[in-house]
DNA sequence: GGAATAGTGTCTTTCAGACACTATCTG
DNA sequence: CAGATAGTGTCTGAAAGACACTATTCC
C-alpha cells in the first residue's frame, strides 16, 4: 500500500455556517448567519478554507475565523459537521470536496468580524431572500435545521437543556432564555411549559447572604437569575 | 488562489460500517456488522477506500463494496456520514482522513460477502466483545446509534416510516415488520401500539380478486400482508 | 392603586404503554 | 375442539399545550 503515496488526492475544504444569536439577553433576540461579500465570482458565500498540511478541522476552522473572519475565538471552537459536498467538479478550480460545518457562536466572539450577520426568518430562509454562491445554500439551509432542532422543546426524547451553544452569557432569567430559543427556533414558546422544562437543567444563583439572586428590572416584578446546571 | 495545488493534500478514505438484518422475515432476525479481518496489523476491521481522482463518496464506497466485500450492489447505494476521523497521525503510513459512514444492507445483497457479519447486542456492542482496529470501534458505535436511532418508534416526533432501510423484502406482514425492528433496536416492541403506528405507512396487498392477500401460515391465524405505502 | 412582569396551579388533549378480548386459521 | 397467531377495543399514566390566577416590583 505504499502507492497510497501516487493517487491524487482532492482539496479538502472546511466551510462554516457561523450562527449566532443578535442582541440575546435584550426583548427581541435574533438569529443570524454571517455571510462575506466576495468576487470572482460576485456575490456573497459562507467563509472556509482548506485542510493544510496536518491540521484538523477545528484548527483549520479556528485558522479561518482568526485570517478569514478577522476575530480571535476566545475558547475552542466545537464546529458540528453536516454533510460532505462531493460533486467531482463543483469547484472548476481543482478537485475539492467541501466539508460543511455548523458553528454556533456568541455574538461577543464575532465583535470586529468581517462580513454582515443576516437575519435568519422564521421559515428558514435568509432576510431579503439573499442567495449565496456554490453550494453554500443547502450548508446554511442544513445548519439552520440543525441548530433548530437542538433548540426545540421535546423534553421526552431529546433532551438538550437550556441553550446548549452558548449564545446567552451567563447569569439570566427564564425571560431571556426563552427569548433566545425563540429567536433560534423561529416560533413562540409558552412561558409555563418552558420554564417546567427547564428548570431541572438550571440552578439559581445564590448571594453571599444565600439569598437567590434577582435580576434588576426595568418593568414589573424581577425575576431570579440562573446559570447551567452541573 | 492558484497556490491551490502548491499545498499537500490528505488522502481521504471512505470507511463503511456495513450493517444488515440476517433472516429478515424469519422468526428471530439479527442486527449484524461486518467486519473482515487483516494483517499488518492483525485483526479486525471494517472495509474501506480511498477517494480517487474525481470520485464522489458514493462511487468509492460502490467500489469497496465491489472490490474489498465482492459484492455487486443491486441498487443505488445511500452511505450514511456519521463523522470525520481526522487526528493528524492516525494513519502511520501517510496524512489521511477518514470520512466513516454507516451503510445499511438487506442480507440479500451481502451474498457471497468477504468478512463475518458480527451480531451486535442490544447493549450495542459486538458479540463476543469483538474489538476492531484503529478507530472503528467507534464508527461501528456511531453507525449502530444512528440505524437504532431511525427504527425507534417514535412516532409524535420523528416520523421515519416502517423499515426505512428496506432490510425486509416487500411484502411482509406486520410481524414480520415488528421482529425487524426489534432486531435492529435490541429491545420489544408491543404488538399492538406497533401495529397502531406502522399501518398509516403501510397499504395492503391487494389481489386479483380486490382482496386482500394474506400470507400463509404456518401456524395459526393467516396475517395480511402490506408494502410501504406511496 | 395600576401597570408590568414573575411565577404557579390545574385542566385538557394526546399518545405511549399495557392488558384483554375476539377472530380466524391448522390439525 | 385445541392450539396458535392476527387483529382490535380500551384503560392508564405521563407529559405537552393551554389557560388562569396569584405574587412582587416600580411608578
Known sequence: MSDLEKFPRPAVAVDLAILTVTAAGDTDPELRLLVQDRTDPDGIALPGGFLRERTTVAETADGVLRRKVGIDPSATIRPRLL?????????????????????????????????????????????GAERLLFDHDEIAAAAIADVRERYEIRLRYVDVGPDPDGFLPEPFTLLQLRRVHEAVIGTELHKDNFARRMRPHLEPVVGDDGEVVLSTAQRGRPAALYRRAR
Chains 1, 2 share one sequence.
Not at 481543482?94 to 470586529?112: D, K, N, R, Y
Open 83 to 127: 454533510r460532505l459536498f462531493d460533486a467531482p467538479h463543483r469547484d472548476d478550480r481543482t478537485w475539492a470536496v467541501s466539508a460543511a460545518h455548523a458553528l454556533p457562536l456568541p455574538e461577543a466572539e464575532l465583535a470586529g468580524a468581517r462580513g454582515r450577520p443576516v437575519r435568519v426568518l422564521p421559515d428558514g430562509r435568509l432576510e
